[in-house]
Each structure stands twice: as C-alpha cells, then as structure tokens.
C-alpha cells in the first residue's frame, strides 16, 4: 500500500472555478503535511506547509484531518497559471523521510 | 544564490555503464537526499543525507551509492545502469538537522537530470 494516495486527475477546469483535491496518507504517525507544485517537466517547488488547525494563503486553502488521515487543497477563482501537478507530500516521526504522491493533474482552461 | 544545481541535466547510457550525478546547494543546508521520478509513480526517495558525513537508505537504494562530499555537494553513482534506472532524477535539501524535527522543513529542489538508459 501506498504511503500517500492522490487522485491523478486530470482535473479540467474553467478560469475561475474553484477545484478541492484531497490526499490520503496510511501512517497515522505522520506528522508533518505540505502540498508541493510541479510544472511540466520542471522541479518540485512547496506551495505551502499544512498545520493541524488549517490555513490559508490567498486564493488557497490547505486542510488536515488527522482522525481520517487526509489532507486537502482548495483553489479558488483558478487561474490558468494554476495549471500544474499537485504534490501531497508527507514526513513521519523521521523527519528525513518524506513521501510524495503521484499527483494530481490540474488543467484551467480559458 | 543558485540554490540547487545539478549536473548533467541530459543523459544517455548503455546498460552496464557507470556515471555519477552532482548535486550541490549554496544555502548552508545540512540534509540532502535524492529523489527518482517515475511516471504514474511520484517520487520515490533514493538516499539521503541528514548531514556532513552520514548517509541513509531510503525507499529504493538498490543499484545505487551516495556521497556527501562535504556539506555543499551529494553526489549519486549508477555503477551499472540498468534500463529500470531510466527516470529523472531530483536532487533536494533542506535545513534540518539531526536531534531537531522540523515541522515545516521546506525541501529545495534542484532542476533534475533526464536519465535514458539503453
């Protein structure tokens, strides 16, 4: 079994819609959470950390539910900038081991 | 302030050559690890390095070695390539150190090489 699980989409979208992807994890250990984006064919780059409490920069919205083990990413007003992969990205007690998802795939569209 | 770089971006090899991939960051780090990119797969991590002079396995260490040569520069060697090692590799660090979790350890990543081998 995976340690993190994403649904890879292709989420198409048009400019200005609101789109939610959620990310399981199977540790219940885990204890730190982030959301990563990569452009095609480029690195990894963080888009935010994910607190136990939720939070929020600009139009995004990170979520935890520690009791379900998922995490979530709402996007509002989607910009076709916006267009990337998603990384829901987990770090256990070993605060070396991260584990990434496959990704979610998002298209906005003009 | 480069971040993190690495060399080569493009390679091709036949099955049983060896070559080693650089990495090197300018923030001062003190972890650094190595990623594989597969399709459909995400990242999957190689080795790491929690810092100067140790290195540790990650989830798929097979067929690979590391080096953490001093605190700026990690590299990675395929002694003998396979076609299963045709991915894209990500070099990353981060400033966590050894004795404190970091909760938002943010890991820096470097551009990636292509690995092609035939």
């Known amino acids: 079994r995976k340690e993190v699980e994403q649904d890879p989409g292709p989420f198409n979208v048009p400019e200005g819609a609101t789109v939610a992807f959620n990310c399981t994890y199977s540790n219940s250990a885990s204890q730190s959470f982030f959301w990563y984006r990569q452009d095609c064919r480029k690195e990894p780059k963080l888009l935010m950390s994910?607190?136990?409490s939720g939070n929020e920069d600009g139009r995004f919205t990170a979520q935890l539910n520690r009791a379900s083990q998922y995490i979530s990413l709402l996007i509002r007003d989607s910009k076709l900038s916006d267009s990337a992969t998603y990384l829901c990205?987990?770090?256990?007690?070993?605060?070396?081991?991260?584990?990434f998802g496959s990704g979610t795939k998002l298209n906005v569209k003009p | 302030n480069a971040g993190v770089t690495q060399t080569p971006k493009f390679q091709v090899l036949k099955t049983g050559q060896s070559m080693t991939l650089q990495c090197a960051q300018d923030?001062?780090?003190?972890?650094m690890y190595w990623y594989r990119q597969d399709p459909g797969m995400g990242l999957r991590l190689i080795y790491y390095s929690a810092s100067e002079g140790t290195t540790d396995k990650g989830e798929v260490p097979n067929g690979y070695n590391v080096s953490r040569l001093n605190k700026r520069e990690f590299s990675l060697r395929l002694e003998s390539a396979a076609p299963s090692q045709t991915s894209v590799y990500f070099c990353a660090s981060s400033e966590a150190y050894d004795g404190l979790a970091v909760s938002t350890d943010t890991q820096y990543f470097g551009p990636g090489t292509r690995l092609t081998v035939l």
């Open positions: 923030m001062n780090h003190n972890s």
């Open positions: 990205v987990v770090n256990l007690h070993n605060f070396n081991k991260f584990y």
């Open positions: 994910v607190y136990s």
